[in-house]
Protein backbone atom coordinates (compact mmCIF):
# COMPACT_ATOMS: atom_id res chain seq x y z
CA UNK A 1 0.00 0.00 0.00
CA UNK A 2 2.75 2.28 1.17
CA UNK A 3 4.32 1.45 -2.39
CA UNK A 4 1.38 2.32 -4.46
CA UNK A 5 1.43 6.22 -2.53
CA UNK A 6 4.96 6.41 -3.31
CA UNK A 7 4.52 5.74 -6.96
CA UNK A 8 1.88 7.71 -7.42
CA UNK A 9 3.14 10.92 -5.47
CA UNK A 10 6.89 10.85 -6.97
CA UNK A 11 6.05 12.34 -10.36
CA UNK A 12 4.49 15.51 -8.49
CA UNK A 13 7.68 15.51 -6.26
CA UNK A 14 9.38 15.51 -9.50
CA UNK A 15 7.51 17.98 -10.86
CA UNK A 16 7.93 20.51 -7.64
CA UNK A 17 11.85 19.93 -8.46
CA UNK A 18 11.58 20.61 -11.71
CA UNK A 19 9.58 23.60 -10.81
CA UNK A 20 12.27 25.10 -7.85
CA UNK A 21 15.01 23.74 -10.35
CA UNK A 22 13.64 26.33 -13.08
CA UNK A 23 13.24 29.19 -10.76
CA UNK A 24 16.37 28.42 -9.42
CA UNK A 25 17.97 28.33 -12.66
CA UNK A 26 16.03 31.53 -13.48
CA UNK A 27 17.43 33.44 -10.28
CA UNK A 28 20.57 32.33 -11.62
CA UNK A 29 20.41 33.98 -14.73
CA UNK A 30 19.17 36.66 -13.46
CA UNK A 31 21.96 37.21 -11.41
CA UNK A 32 24.29 36.84 -13.43
CA UNK A 33 22.65 39.08 -16.47
CA UNK A 34 22.91 41.66 -13.73
CA UNK A 35 26.72 41.53 -12.89
CA UNK A 36 27.61 41.64 -16.59
CA UNK A 37 25.05 44.54 -17.47
CA UNK A 38 26.90 46.05 -13.66
CA UNK A 39 30.23 45.76 -14.94
CA UNK A 40 29.07 46.98 -18.70
CA UNK A 41 28.01 50.06 -17.14
CA UNK A 42 31.24 50.55 -14.78
CA UNK A 43 33.33 49.90 -17.97
CA UNK A 44 31.40 52.93 -19.75
CA UNK A 45 31.67 54.85 -16.98
CA UNK A 46 35.79 54.37 -16.28
CA UNK A 47 35.43 55.26 -20.22
CA UNK A 48 34.34 58.41 -19.52
CA UNK A 49 36.48 59.14 -16.22
CA UNK A 50 39.82 58.01 -18.34
CA UNK A 51 39.05 60.62 -20.99
CA UNK A 52 38.38 63.55 -17.86
CA UNK A 53 41.49 62.13 -16.65
CA UNK A 54 43.81 62.77 -19.80
CA UNK A 55 42.16 66.14 -19.98
CA UNK A 56 43.39 66.89 -16.34
CA UNK A 57 46.65 65.52 -16.96
CA UNK A 58 47.19 67.86 -20.32
CA UNK A 59 46.00 70.83 -18.66
CA UNK A 60 48.41 70.14 -15.48
CA UNK A 61 45.59 70.37 -13.16
CA UNK A 62 47.61 68.09 -10.30
CA UNK A 63 43.94 68.03 -8.13
CA UNK A 64 41.76 67.00 -11.30
CA UNK A 65 44.41 64.45 -11.68
CA UNK A 66 44.19 62.83 -8.25
CA UNK A 67 40.19 62.88 -7.88
CA UNK A 68 40.23 61.20 -11.15
CA UNK A 69 42.13 58.93 -10.93
CA UNK A 70 40.16 58.33 -7.33
CA UNK A 71 36.86 58.03 -9.32
CA UNK A 72 38.81 56.20 -12.24
CA UNK A 73 39.65 53.30 -9.34
CA UNK A 74 36.15 53.74 -8.14
CA UNK A 75 34.59 52.48 -11.07
CA UNK A 76 37.40 49.74 -12.14
CA UNK A 77 36.42 48.19 -8.76
CA UNK A 78 33.30 48.17 -9.27
CA UNK A 79 33.71 46.61 -12.34
CA UNK A 80 36.09 44.34 -11.34
CA UNK A 81 34.11 42.89 -8.05
CA UNK A 82 30.88 42.25 -10.40
CA UNK A 83 33.24 40.42 -12.78
CA UNK A 84 35.19 38.51 -9.80
CA UNK A 85 31.38 36.91 -8.81
CA UNK A 86 31.27 33.27 -7.96
CA UNK A 87 28.44 32.26 -11.14
CA UNK A 88 30.50 34.35 -13.77
CA UNK A 89 32.32 31.51 -15.11
CA UNK A 90 29.03 29.87 -15.51
CA UNK A 91 27.75 32.62 -17.99
CA UNK A 92 31.32 32.00 -20.04
CA UNK A 93 30.44 28.68 -20.34
CA UNK A 94 27.35 29.84 -22.53
CA UNK A 95 27.52 29.60 -26.71
CA UNK A 96 27.83 32.60 -28.50
CA UNK A 97 28.37 35.13 -26.07
CA UNK A 98 30.50 32.88 -23.59
CA UNK A 99 34.19 34.66 -25.05
CA UNK A 100 32.52 37.72 -25.04
CA UNK A 101 31.54 37.75 -21.50
CA UNK A 102 35.14 36.11 -20.38
CA UNK A 103 37.09 39.50 -22.75
CA UNK A 104 35.15 41.26 -20.55
CA UNK A 105 35.93 40.16 -17.16
CA UNK A 106 39.42 40.19 -18.46
CA UNK A 107 39.60 43.73 -19.20
CA UNK A 108 37.46 44.75 -15.84
CA UNK A 109 39.72 42.42 -13.26
CA UNK A 110 42.60 43.72 -15.02
CA UNK A 111 41.46 47.52 -15.06
CA UNK A 112 40.96 47.39 -11.18
CA UNK A 113 44.06 45.65 -10.57
CA UNK A 114 45.67 48.63 -12.86
CA UNK A 115 44.06 51.50 -10.99
CA UNK A 116 44.94 50.00 -7.73
CA UNK A 117 48.38 49.78 -8.26
CA UNK A 118 49.09 53.64 -9.87
CA UNK A 119 46.93 54.87 -6.68
CA UNK A 120 49.58 54.83 -4.45
CA UNK A 121 51.57 56.51 -7.60
CA UNK A 122 49.60 59.49 -7.93
CA UNK A 123 49.00 59.98 -3.87
CA UNK A 124 52.23 60.09 -3.13
CA UNK A 125 53.24 63.07 -6.57
CA UNK A 126 49.64 64.66 -5.08
CA UNK A 127 52.02 65.08 -1.78
CA UNK A 128 53.35 68.27 -2.77
CA UNK A 129 57.09 69.10 -4.71
CA UNK A 130 59.56 67.96 -1.76
CA UNK A 131 58.95 63.97 -2.60
CA UNK A 132 62.77 63.19 -2.26
CA UNK A 133 62.60 62.06 1.01
CA UNK A 134 59.98 58.72 -0.13
CA UNK A 135 62.28 58.49 -3.07
CA UNK A 136 62.60 54.81 -2.32
CA UNK A 137 58.77 53.94 -1.40
CA UNK A 138 57.62 55.63 -4.58
CA UNK A 139 60.05 53.52 -6.43
CA UNK A 140 58.61 50.24 -5.19
CA UNK A 141 54.73 51.74 -5.84
CA UNK A 142 56.52 52.40 -9.39
CA UNK A 143 57.92 48.75 -9.37
CA UNK A 144 54.51 47.37 -8.54
CA UNK A 145 52.98 49.44 -10.82
CA UNK A 146 54.88 48.69 -13.51
CA UNK A 147 54.42 44.86 -13.08
CA UNK A 148 50.61 44.90 -12.96
CA UNK A 149 50.70 46.89 -16.43
CA UNK A 150 52.91 44.02 -17.87
CA UNK A 151 50.55 41.39 -16.20
CA UNK A 152 47.50 43.26 -17.73
CA UNK A 153 48.66 43.64 -21.26
CA UNK A 154 49.90 39.90 -21.65
CA UNK A 155 46.43 38.96 -20.34
CA UNK A 156 44.60 41.58 -23.30
CA UNK A 157 47.04 40.27 -26.01
CA UNK A 158 45.98 36.79 -24.92
CA UNK A 159 42.32 37.06 -26.04
CA UNK A 160 41.22 36.53 -28.86
CA UNK A 161 39.63 39.65 -30.42
CA UNK A 162 38.79 38.34 -34.20
CA UNK A 163 36.31 36.16 -32.34
CA UNK A 164 34.44 38.92 -30.10
CA UNK A 165 31.31 40.90 -30.97
CA UNK A 166 32.89 43.98 -32.79
CA UNK A 167 32.30 46.97 -30.22
CA UNK A 168 34.12 44.43 -27.07
CA UNK A 169 36.73 43.50 -29.95
CA UNK A 170 37.30 47.30 -30.45
CA UNK A 171 37.41 47.40 -26.38
CA UNK A 172 39.94 44.77 -26.04
CA UNK A 173 42.51 46.42 -28.95
CA UNK A 174 42.29 49.89 -27.53
CA UNK A 175 43.03 49.08 -24.41
CA UNK A 176 46.01 46.62 -25.04
CA UNK A 177 47.15 49.22 -26.87
CA UNK A 178 47.25 51.87 -24.05
CA UNK A 179 48.86 49.19 -21.84
CA UNK A 180 51.56 48.94 -24.41
CA UNK A 181 52.12 52.43 -24.24
CA UNK A 182 51.87 52.60 -20.48
CA UNK A 183 54.40 49.74 -19.40
CA UNK A 184 57.37 50.69 -21.16
CA UNK A 185 56.96 54.56 -19.43
CA UNK A 186 55.71 53.63 -16.10
CA UNK A 187 58.84 51.26 -16.03
CA UNK A 188 61.22 53.70 -17.12
CA UNK A 189 59.50 55.86 -14.33
CA UNK A 190 60.52 53.44 -11.93
CA UNK A 191 63.53 53.35 -12.86
CA UNK A 192 64.46 56.45 -12.56
CA UNK A 193 63.10 56.84 -8.95
CA UNK A 194 65.52 54.26 -8.53
CA UNK A 195 68.47 56.28 -10.35
CA UNK A 196 67.86 59.78 -8.47
CA UNK A 197 68.97 59.59 -5.08
CA UNK A 198 72.53 58.42 -7.18
CA UNK A 199 72.25 61.41 -8.97
CA UNK A 200 71.16 63.82 -6.32
CA UNK A 201 73.47 62.48 -3.93
CA UNK A 202 70.64 61.72 -1.28
CA UNK A 203 72.87 58.89 -0.23
CA UNK A 204 76.25 61.15 -0.15
CA UNK A 205 78.16 63.18 -2.63
CA UNK A 206 78.49 61.86 -5.89
CA UNK A 207 80.22 63.40 -8.74
CA UNK A 208 78.30 62.69 -12.41
CA UNK A 209 79.53 63.89 -15.82
CA UNK A 210 76.49 65.04 -17.95
CA UNK A 211 76.95 64.31 -21.81
CA UNK A 212 74.91 66.57 -24.14
CA UNK A 213 74.30 64.35 -27.49
CA UNK A 214 74.09 67.55 -30.40
CA UNK A 215 71.42 66.25 -32.75
CA UNK A 216 72.34 68.71 -35.29
CA UNK A 217 74.88 65.80 -36.13
CA UNK A 218 72.94 62.30 -35.29
CA UNK A 219 74.42 59.27 -33.63
CA UNK A 220 72.04 56.23 -32.69
CA UNK A 221 71.80 57.36 -29.30
CA UNK A 222 70.66 60.76 -30.38
CA UNK A 223 73.58 63.19 -31.59
CA UNK A 224 77.86 63.36 -31.38
CA UNK A 225 78.71 63.47 -27.65
CA UNK A 226 80.80 67.43 -28.05
CA UNK A 227 79.57 69.05 -24.51
CA UNK A 228 80.64 67.66 -21.11
CA UNK A 229 79.80 69.03 -18.16
CA UNK A 230 80.63 67.39 -14.36
CA UNK A 231 77.79 68.23 -11.59
CA UNK A 232 78.64 67.67 -7.58
CA UNK A 233 75.85 66.22 -6.57
CA UNK A 234 75.12 66.33 -2.26
CA UNK A 235 72.42 66.27 -0.60
CA UNK A 236 69.79 67.37 -3.42
CA UNK A 237 71.70 70.05 -4.49
CA UNK A 238 73.84 70.54 -7.85
CA UNK A 239 76.71 72.21 -8.51
CA UNK A 240 78.41 72.82 -11.84
CA UNK A 241 81.93 72.10 -11.05
CA UNK A 242 84.20 72.29 -15.06
CA UNK A 243 82.80 71.72 -18.54
CA UNK A 244 84.88 70.62 -21.67
CA UNK A 245 83.41 70.15 -25.27
CA UNK A 246 85.26 67.93 -28.03
CA UNK A 247 88.48 69.95 -28.58
CA UNK A 248 89.67 69.38 -25.16
CA UNK A 249 90.53 66.00 -26.31
CA UNK A 250 92.73 66.80 -28.94
CA UNK A 251 95.88 65.55 -28.95
CA UNK A 252 95.24 63.39 -25.53
CA UNK A 253 95.82 59.76 -25.81
CA UNK A 254 93.16 57.55 -27.14
CA UNK A 255 91.59 55.46 -24.16
CA UNK A 256 91.94 51.66 -24.31
CA UNK A 257 88.29 50.47 -24.25
CA UNK A 258 87.06 46.99 -26.53
CA UNK A 259 84.89 47.51 -29.00
CA UNK A 260 82.41 44.74 -30.45
CA UNK A 261 83.47 43.34 -34.08
CA UNK A 262 79.70 43.88 -35.15
CA UNK A 263 79.92 47.61 -34.15
CA UNK A 264 83.84 48.30 -35.99
CA UNK A 265 81.41 46.20 -38.99
CA UNK A 266 78.71 48.68 -38.99
CA UNK A 267 80.88 52.07 -38.48
CA UNK A 268 84.45 51.24 -38.21
CA UNK A 269 87.00 51.83 -35.79
CA UNK A 270 86.13 55.51 -35.47
CA UNK A 271 83.64 54.54 -32.19
CA UNK A 272 86.55 54.78 -29.76
CA UNK A 273 88.71 57.04 -31.55
CA UNK A 274 87.25 59.94 -31.51
CA UNK A 275 85.05 61.24 -28.41
CA UNK A 276 82.24 62.99 -30.53
CA UNK A 277 81.24 58.69 -31.48
CA UNK A 278 80.85 57.48 -28.22
CA UNK A 279 77.20 56.88 -28.69
CA UNK A 280 77.03 55.64 -32.11
CA UNK A 281 76.82 52.11 -30.29
CA UNK A 282 73.53 50.64 -29.30
CA UNK A 283 75.46 49.63 -25.86
CA UNK A 284 75.12 52.40 -23.37
CA UNK A 285 77.21 50.50 -20.81
CA UNK A 286 80.09 50.91 -23.99
CA UNK A 287 79.07 54.63 -24.18
CA UNK A 288 79.72 55.16 -20.67
CA UNK A 289 83.05 53.62 -20.32
CA UNK A 290 84.36 55.23 -23.60
CA UNK A 291 83.23 58.56 -21.76
CA UNK A 292 84.19 57.70 -18.51
CA UNK A 293 87.76 56.60 -19.93
CA UNK A 294 88.19 60.13 -22.35
CA UNK A 295 87.23 62.14 -19.21
CA UNK A 296 90.16 60.66 -17.22
CA UNK A 297 92.34 61.33 -19.82
CA UNK A 298 92.07 64.79 -19.22
CA UNK A 299 93.45 64.30 -15.47
CA UNK A 300 89.92 64.26 -13.82
CA UNK A 301 88.45 61.05 -11.74
CA UNK A 302 85.86 58.64 -13.23
CA UNK A 303 82.36 59.94 -12.31
CA UNK A 304 80.00 58.20 -10.01
CA UNK A 305 77.68 58.02 -12.64
CA UNK A 306 77.02 59.39 -16.61
CA UNK A 307 73.87 60.90 -18.19
CA UNK A 308 73.71 61.56 -21.44
CA UNK A 309 70.51 63.80 -22.92
CA UNK A 310 69.79 65.85 -26.06
CA UNK A 311 68.55 69.05 -26.93
CA UNK A 312 65.28 67.60 -26.65
CA UNK A 313 65.85 67.13 -22.79
CA UNK A 314 66.73 70.43 -23.02
CA UNK A 315 63.82 72.16 -24.34
CA UNK A 316 61.87 70.32 -21.49
CA UNK A 317 63.55 71.31 -18.87
CA UNK A 318 63.15 74.78 -19.95
CA UNK A 319 59.11 74.35 -20.74
CA UNK A 320 59.54 74.05 -16.62
CA UNK A 321 62.23 76.32 -15.81
CA UNK A 322 61.14 79.39 -18.39
CA UNK A 323 63.25 81.54 -20.21
CA UNK A 324 66.78 81.64 -18.90
CA UNK A 325 69.44 84.25 -19.00
CA UNK A 326 72.69 83.53 -21.00
CA UNK A 327 76.24 85.14 -20.21
CA UNK A 328 75.90 87.48 -23.00
CA UNK A 329 72.69 89.21 -21.86
CA UNK A 330 70.23 86.97 -24.49
CA UNK A 331 67.44 84.47 -23.35
CA UNK A 332 66.54 81.00 -24.39
CA UNK A 333 63.46 79.39 -24.15
CA UNK A 334 61.63 76.39 -25.36
CA UNK A 335 60.80 78.24 -28.27
CA UNK A 336 63.71 79.11 -29.45
CA UNK A 337 65.70 76.38 -28.54
CA UNK A 338 66.65 74.79 -31.93
CA UNK A 339 67.43 78.02 -33.89
CA UNK A 340 69.99 79.77 -30.98
CA UNK A 341 71.58 76.26 -29.87
CA UNK A 342 71.68 74.34 -33.76
CA UNK A 343 71.49 76.58 -36.03
CA UNK A 344 73.04 80.03 -34.98
CA UNK A 345 76.37 79.11 -33.51
CA UNK A 346 77.19 77.05 -36.67
CA UNK A 347 76.07 80.51 -38.47
CA UNK A 348 77.78 83.21 -36.76
CA UNK A 349 80.20 81.70 -34.26
CA UNK A 350 83.98 80.51 -34.68
CA UNK A 351 84.93 77.37 -32.92
CA UNK A 352 86.02 79.10 -29.86
CA UNK A 353 82.91 81.74 -29.76
CA UNK A 354 80.45 78.55 -30.37
CA UNK A 355 82.39 76.47 -27.32
CA UNK A 356 81.55 79.62 -24.80
CA UNK A 357 77.67 80.02 -26.09
CA UNK A 358 76.90 76.11 -25.36
CA UNK A 359 79.03 76.37 -22.02
CA UNK A 360 76.65 79.67 -21.14
CA UNK A 361 74.14 77.47 -22.06
CA UNK A 362 74.31 74.50 -19.73
CA UNK A 363 75.44 76.94 -16.68
CA UNK A 364 72.28 79.02 -16.82
CA UNK A 365 70.00 75.73 -17.09
CA UNK A 366 72.22 74.44 -14.36
CA UNK A 367 71.73 77.06 -12.39
CA UNK A 368 67.77 77.83 -13.26
CA UNK A 369 66.60 74.10 -12.08
CA UNK A 370 68.69 74.58 -8.68
CA UNK A 371 65.86 77.29 -7.85
CA UNK A 372 62.93 76.44 -10.32
CA UNK A 373 59.41 74.91 -7.76
CA UNK A 374 57.44 72.62 -9.54
CA UNK A 375 55.29 69.50 -8.20
CA UNK A 376 55.72 66.37 -9.98
CA UNK A 377 52.96 66.35 -12.36
CA UNK A 378 54.68 69.07 -14.35
CA UNK A 379 58.04 67.77 -14.21
CA UNK A 380 56.44 64.27 -15.28
CA UNK A 381 54.33 66.29 -18.16
CA UNK A 382 57.76 67.86 -18.91
CA UNK A 383 59.93 64.80 -19.33
CA UNK A 384 57.40 61.94 -20.39
CA UNK A 385 58.21 62.26 -24.25
CA UNK A 386 61.91 62.85 -23.60
CA UNK A 387 62.13 59.88 -21.53
CA UNK A 388 59.93 57.87 -23.94
CA UNK A 389 62.04 58.11 -26.73
CA UNK A 390 64.89 57.62 -25.67
CA UNK A 391 67.12 61.04 -24.79
CA UNK A 392 68.31 60.04 -21.47
CA UNK A 393 70.34 57.28 -20.39
CA UNK A 394 71.97 56.41 -17.31
CA UNK A 395 74.98 54.60 -16.47
CA UNK A 396 76.31 54.31 -12.57
CA UNK A 397 79.21 52.94 -10.53
CA UNK A 398 76.44 51.09 -8.30
CA UNK A 399 75.44 47.86 -9.92
CA UNK A 400 71.74 47.82 -7.69
CA UNK A 401 70.48 50.87 -9.47
CA UNK A 402 72.25 49.47 -13.35
CA UNK A 403 70.46 46.48 -12.14
CA UNK A 404 66.62 48.83 -11.55
CA UNK A 405 67.78 50.95 -14.96
CA UNK A 406 68.15 47.48 -16.77
CA UNK A 407 64.90 47.20 -19.52
CA UNK A 408 64.35 50.63 -19.25
CA UNK A 409 65.17 53.15 -21.96
CA UNK A 410 67.26 54.47 -19.72
CA UNK A 411 69.82 52.01 -19.88
CA UNK A 412 70.45 52.72 -23.72
CA UNK A 413 69.10 52.49 -27.40
CA UNK A 414 69.48 48.53 -26.71
CA UNK A 415 67.86 48.05 -23.55
CA UNK A 416 65.07 50.36 -25.15
CA UNK A 417 64.87 47.95 -27.98
CA UNK A 418 64.56 44.74 -26.26
CA UNK A 419 62.07 46.32 -23.47
CA UNK A 420 59.57 46.71 -26.48
CA UNK A 421 59.35 42.55 -26.75
CA UNK A 422 59.36 40.28 -30.13
CA UNK A 423 57.47 43.06 -32.51
CA UNK A 424 60.24 45.77 -31.89
CA UNK A 425 62.46 46.94 -34.80
CA UNK A 426 64.49 50.25 -34.49
CA UNK A 427 65.88 52.56 -37.06
CA UNK A 428 69.21 54.34 -36.26
CA UNK A 429 70.47 57.59 -38.01
CA UNK A 430 74.01 58.17 -37.89
CA UNK A 431 75.40 61.46 -39.57
CA UNK A 432 78.11 61.14 -41.81
CA UNK A 433 78.11 64.65 -43.47
CA UNK A 434 80.65 65.64 -40.44
CA UNK A 435 78.39 68.87 -40.25
CA UNK A 436 75.39 70.27 -38.62
CA UNK A 437 72.69 69.93 -41.23
CA UNK A 438 70.07 66.94 -39.23
CA UNK A 439 68.18 69.80 -38.27
CA UNK A 440 66.99 69.95 -41.87
CA UNK A 441 66.46 65.87 -42.14
CA UNK A 442 62.88 64.19 -42.14
CA UNK A 443 61.90 60.70 -42.17
CA UNK A 444 58.60 58.58 -42.59
CA UNK A 445 58.43 55.40 -41.26
CA UNK A 446 56.37 52.31 -42.40
CA UNK A 447 55.72 48.64 -42.09
CA UNK A 448 54.24 46.06 -43.93
CA UNK A 449 54.08 42.89 -43.02
CA UNK A 450 52.49 39.18 -44.55
CA UNK A 451 52.67 35.75 -43.26
CA UNK A 452 51.23 33.96 -46.59
CA UNK A 453 54.70 31.41 -46.40
CA UNK A 454 54.63 28.03 -46.13
CA UNK A 455 56.81 27.66 -42.95
CA UNK A 456 54.18 30.37 -41.39
CA UNK A 457 57.15 32.69 -40.99
CA UNK A 458 56.36 36.60 -41.58
CA UNK A 459 57.41 38.39 -44.08
CA UNK A 460 58.14 42.43 -42.94
CA UNK A 461 59.02 45.41 -45.13
CA UNK A 462 60.58 48.81 -43.01
CA UNK A 463 60.21 51.33 -45.36
CA UNK A 464 62.23 54.70 -44.26
CA UNK A 465 61.34 57.67 -46.53
CA UNK A 466 64.48 60.19 -45.72
CA UNK A 467 63.63 63.89 -47.12
CA UNK A 468 65.79 67.24 -46.48
CA UNK A 469 64.03 70.38 -46.38
CA UNK A 470 67.38 72.21 -46.84
CA UNK A 471 66.92 75.09 -49.44
CA UNK A 472 68.47 74.37 -52.95
CA UNK A 473 69.84 77.99 -52.80
CA UNK A 474 71.09 78.06 -49.25
CA UNK A 475 74.79 79.38 -48.42
CA UNK A 476 75.73 77.58 -45.02
CA UNK A 477 79.53 77.61 -43.57
CA UNK A 478 81.42 74.33 -43.46
CA UNK A 479 81.06 74.35 -39.96
CA UNK A 480 77.67 73.36 -40.96
CA UNK A 481 77.87 71.43 -44.56
CA UNK A 482 80.89 69.52 -43.56
CA UNK A 483 82.89 71.04 -46.78
CA UNK A 484 82.90 67.83 -48.21
CA UNK A 485 85.15 66.38 -46.16
CA UNK A 486 83.92 63.27 -45.65
CA UNK A 487 82.43 61.66 -49.16
CA UNK A 488 79.51 63.82 -48.87
CA UNK A 489 78.46 66.65 -51.49
CA UNK A 490 78.06 69.94 -49.89
CA UNK A 491 74.49 70.84 -48.78
CA UNK A 492 73.83 66.98 -49.07
CA UNK A 493 73.06 65.01 -46.25
CA UNK A 494 75.38 62.23 -45.83
CA UNK A 495 73.49 59.38 -43.57
CA UNK A 496 74.06 55.60 -42.41
CA UNK A 497 70.49 54.18 -41.66
CA UNK A 498 70.09 51.14 -40.27
CA UNK A 499 67.31 49.02 -38.96
CA UNK A 500 67.60 46.90 -36.42
CA UNK A 501 65.29 43.47 -36.08
CA UNK A 502 64.14 41.58 -33.34
CA UNK A 503 66.67 38.91 -32.29
CA UNK A 504 66.85 35.58 -34.22
CA UNK A 505 65.33 37.47 -37.70
CA UNK A 506 66.42 36.46 -40.77
CA UNK A 507 68.09 39.16 -43.47
CA UNK A 508 65.65 39.97 -46.70
CA UNK A 509 67.75 42.70 -48.28
CA UNK A 510 67.83 46.31 -48.67
CA UNK A 511 66.66 48.68 -51.71
CA UNK A 512 67.28 52.39 -52.10
CA UNK A 513 64.24 53.43 -54.84
CA UNK A 514 63.35 50.07 -55.63
CA UNK A 515 67.23 49.39 -56.77
CA UNK A 516 69.42 46.79 -54.79
CA UNK A 517 71.72 48.14 -52.44
CA UNK A 518 74.56 46.65 -50.93
CA UNK A 519 74.33 46.27 -46.94
CA UNK A 520 76.26 45.92 -43.77
CA UNK A 521 74.37 42.97 -41.97
CA UNK A 522 75.36 41.76 -38.79
CA UNK A 523 73.65 40.66 -35.23
CA UNK A 524 74.58 43.79 -33.15
CA UNK A 525 74.58 43.25 -29.59
CA UNK A 526 71.61 40.66 -29.98
CA UNK A 527 69.70 42.59 -33.00
CA UNK A 528 70.08 41.70 -36.45
CA UNK A 529 70.95 44.62 -38.20
CA UNK A 530 71.18 45.98 -41.57
CA UNK A 531 72.93 49.39 -42.35
CA UNK A 532 73.37 51.44 -45.60
CA UNK A 533 74.65 54.56 -46.40
CA UNK A 534 72.54 57.31 -48.13
CA UNK A 535 73.52 61.06 -49.59
CA UNK A 536 70.31 63.23 -49.64
CA UNK A 537 70.50 66.49 -51.41
CA UNK A 538 68.15 69.67 -50.88
CA UNK A 539 64.77 69.04 -52.16
CA UNK A 540 65.35 64.97 -52.77
CA UNK A 541 63.35 62.37 -51.73
CA UNK A 542 64.95 58.77 -50.74
CA UNK A 543 62.61 55.67 -50.22
CA UNK A 544 64.95 52.39 -48.24
CA UNK A 545 63.13 49.24 -47.89
CA UNK A 546 64.53 46.96 -45.44
CA UNK A 547 63.33 43.36 -45.72
CA UNK A 548 63.39 40.66 -43.01
CA UNK A 549 62.29 37.49 -42.50
CA UNK A 550 60.62 36.38 -38.84
CA UNK A 551 62.72 33.73 -36.74
CA UNK A 552 59.27 31.65 -36.17
CA UNK A 553 56.03 31.88 -36.99
CA UNK A 554 53.22 33.98 -35.36
CA UNK A 555 55.35 37.51 -34.80
CA UNK A 556 53.28 40.21 -33.70
CA UNK A 557 52.91 43.37 -35.41
CA UNK A 558 55.76 45.70 -35.56
CA UNK A 559 56.73 48.47 -33.07
CA UNK A 560 59.05 51.15 -34.52
CA UNK A 561 61.61 52.70 -32.30
CA UNK A 562 64.30 55.81 -33.83
CA UNK A 563 66.79 57.62 -32.80
CA UNK A 564 65.79 60.64 -31.05
CA UNK A 565 65.65 63.11 -33.67
CA UNK A 566 65.24 66.84 -33.79
CA UNK A 567 62.00 66.18 -36.60
CA UNK A 568 60.26 63.30 -34.94
CA UNK A 569 59.66 60.37 -37.36
CA UNK A 570 56.47 60.14 -38.87
CA UNK A 571 55.81 56.08 -37.82
CA UNK A 572 52.45 55.37 -40.02
CA UNK A 573 50.43 52.29 -38.46
CA UNK A 574 51.78 49.11 -39.94
CA UNK A 575 50.32 47.06 -42.75
CA UNK A 576 49.05 43.42 -42.37
CA UNK A 577 48.95 42.25 -46.14
CA UNK A 578 46.75 39.45 -47.57
CA UNK A 579 47.76 36.52 -49.07
CA UNK A 580 46.36 35.75 -52.41
Known sequence: MSEVRASSTSPRRVVIACVVLLVALALTFGWIVSRVAVTAIELTRLEGSARTLIDAAASGDAGAVTSGVHDLVAHADAAGGAASDPLWPVAEALPWVGDDVAAIRTVA????????????????????????????????????????????????????????????????????????????????????????????????????????????????????????????????????????????????????????????????????????????????????????????????????????????????????????????????????????????????LDSAGQTAFLQSVTSAVVAALATVQADPLTWARAVAAPLAGGSVSIWTADARVRDALAGTSLAGPAARHAAVGPGGFAVYVNDATGGKLDTFLHLAIASEVSSCRADGRTDTLIRVTMSSSLPVDAHLPGSMTGDGRYGTGIGDIGTSISVAAPPGTFFGGVQKDGVPEVSVDVDDNGFPTSLVRVNLSPGEVNVIDFRFVSAEAGTPTPQILTTPLLNAAEIQPPVVLPCA
Do not use: C
Open 109 to 348: VHAAAVGQALLPVVDAAAGGTDFTSDLPGIHQHLATAAGVLADAESALADVQARDLEPRIADAVQQLHAQLAAATPTVRTLAGATAALPELWGLDGARSVLVMMQNSAEARTGGGITGSFALLSADAGGLTLVTQADSSSFDGVPMPSVETAASSKALYGDIIGRYVQNASLTTDFDLTARLASAWWVTLGHPAPDAIVSVDPLVMRALLSVTGPVTLADGSTLSADTLVERLLIEPYMT
